[in-house]
């Protein structure tokens, strides 16, 4: 699945008075925001992260097809089922939980928080406020230039002092976004002061 970006103007719902990009996949339910609060960025980790399971996907099956086309005689129907069994077991620990985990995990920067969701059966959530935010930077290596993604490294005022959101798709156009989204913050928070001219 291809991660779509989209650069929306304050005429479109959802959008504040600033271009933002975001995920239109990922994009949270407006219930969740406060009044006046506009959606910066979202989105969920790069598909990169589905790849070990679609790999596993493709040799479970094709083993298990195999398997089954070997046992003959009076048995040969349950062995097929505890193969079967087998497979879909495997499938599920090692496909279908993580795809849930990629599909259910997301990251949002509004106009006043990071907000992190995640988890399949038990959600957890985890919200930061863009004034506790000290700095936004990215970090990539030689397999995220590959597959265009990085690590989204955010340095907030607490105890923890250092939030890392991996494989983030376009992590620099993530990090421009929200260092733009930063600044223009600081600047409307700010006073201006009066020099009599």
């Known amino acids: 699945m291809r ?6 103007g304050p005429s479109e719902p959802g959008c504040g008075s600033a271009p933002s ?4 996949a990922v994009v949270i339910s407006r219930k969740l925001l406060n009044d006046g609060e506009e959606i910066v960025l979202s989105t969920r980790t790069h598909v990169k ?25 009076d048995s040969a129907g349950v062995w097929r089922l505890v193969l079967w069994v087998i497979a879909g077991m495997l499938i599920i620990w090692f ?8 599909l259910l995990t997301t990251y949002t920067f509004t106009t006043r928080r990071l907000i992190t969701r995640t988890g399949i059966l038990t959600r957890r959530g985890h919200d930061i406020p863009m004034n506790r935010i000290s700095d936004i930077a990215y970090e990539k290596s030689l397999i995220d230039r590959v597959f265009g993604c ?3 490294v955010v340095s907030d005022a607490s105890e923890l002092g250092r939030v890392e959101l991996r494989d983030i798709p376009r992590v620099e156009e ?24």
Do not use: M
């Open 3 to 8: 991660v779509t970006w989209c650069r929306c």
């Open 21 to 24: 990009w975001h995920d239109l």
């Open 49 to 73: 992260a589905l790849l070990l399971p679609a790999v596993v996907l493709i040799i479970v099956a094709g083993l298990g097809g195999y398997l089954t086309s070997l046992p003959s005689g």
């Open 95 to 102: 496909v279908v939980v993580p795809f849930l985990h990629w």
């Open 150 to 152: 990085g690590t989204l």
């Open 174 to 197: 993530a990090q421009l976004t929200v260092s733009h989204e930063l600044h223009h913050r600081i600047d409307r928070t700010t006073p201006r002061s009066d020099d009599g001219t």
